[in-house]
């Protein structure tokens, strides 16, 4: 199949190392804004034009404590074994990020830490693993719906990622980006969005962030540097959005052959949604995108 024939949102793509293949995964479900949830699917290619699949990744069990609301997996290989960062939600509960751990990186991925890692009396998404001179931070997504101003975190996880160590550090705030605009809801006076942070060093030692909100054209990517090249920063923000309408929740990856690209999915509606990919350039001012 092509792309064209896979609707997905938040697409991440893991190449393995010493395998000519690569895995993409996404959210997955045909409606994931409500209802029952099946799971997450993942599609392997070895030329990223032809995709095979789908293969079910993750599929919970009856007493799984989230049935809707799959969001955003991400894949990460670890310590020897394949670790899914996923969101769930479920009726009188937070939503919140849990890892999942499997044997292969196309699973079947089974519950790993004991609910989600995130805060459990914060709305929380989209959290991602970042390893630093060796120690794990989760960082995610503190929700509007808590604080108006969506929030970007890290915290420290434990070295078998089961548990998190101390307590969340802010990175920034949405509004701190000049590209962001706030979109009307009656919680609050005005409502910025945080999404999908996805980490990315670069060649040179750079610490780059991308992360998505809504700019003037709709939904939008743009991205943070830390100024000291580590994850708790200070983040400054680019003036303008590397993606800047109708797409978002991307992240960096290299295929087989060392190419970097970017992925994101656009347009941003359901069920129209699909995973795209573009040649990625590292320059001294930051990220070229080729379209």
């Not at 990175?171 to 980006?177: E, K, M, N, Y």
């Not at 700019?215 to 959005?241: C, E, I, R």
Request: negative net charge; proline residues 8%.
């Amino acid at each position: 199949m092509r792309l064209d024939d896979i609707q997905i949102r938040d697409p991440f793509v893991l190449t393995v190392p010493g395998e000519e293949r690569s895995w993409l995964f996404g959210s997955t479900d045909a409606n994931i804004w409500s209802g029952a949830a099946t799971g997450f699917d993942t599609y392997w290619t070895t030329d990223f034009d032809e995709w095979h699949g789908p293969l079910p990744a993750f599929r919970p069990a009856e007493d799984f404590w989230s049935h809707t609301q799959y969001w955003a997996p991400e894949v990460h290989a670890y310590r020897g074994a394949y670790y899914m960062f996923a969101t769930f939600t479920a009726e009188g509960r937070r939503r919140g990020t849990q890892v999942l751990r499997s044997s292969r990186p196309e699973g079947p991925y089974e519950p790993w830490s004991d609910g989600p890692l995130t805060p459990h009396d914060w709305e929380c998404l989209d959290g991602t693993l970042y390893v630093e001179d060796g120690a794990a931070h989760l960082v995610f997504c503190h929700e509007w719906k808590d604080v108006g101003d969506g929030e970007i975190h890290a915290v420290r996880l434990s070295d078998d990622l089961r548990i998190t160590v101390g307590e969340p550090v802010l990175l920034f705030r949405a509004s701190d980006a000049p590209w962001a605009r706030s979109i009307p809801r009656p919680e609050f006076d005005e409502v910025f969005v945080t999404d999908g942070p996805s980490m990315h060093r670069t060649t040179n030692g750079r610490l780059l962030m991308l992360w998505s909100s809504f700019g003037d054209s709709g939904y939008a990517m743009g991205v943070a540097t830390s100024a000291s090249g580590g994850v708790l920063g200070p983040w400054t923000q680019s003036a303008d959005a590397i993606w800047p309408a109708d797409g978002g929740h991307g992240m960096i990856f290299a295929a087989p052959d060392g190419q970097l690209f970017l992925t994101l999915h656009t347009p941003n509606r359901t069920p129209d949604e699909r995973a795209r990919f573009f040649p990625l350039e590292e320059t001294a001012e930051g990220l070229r995108l080729q379209r």
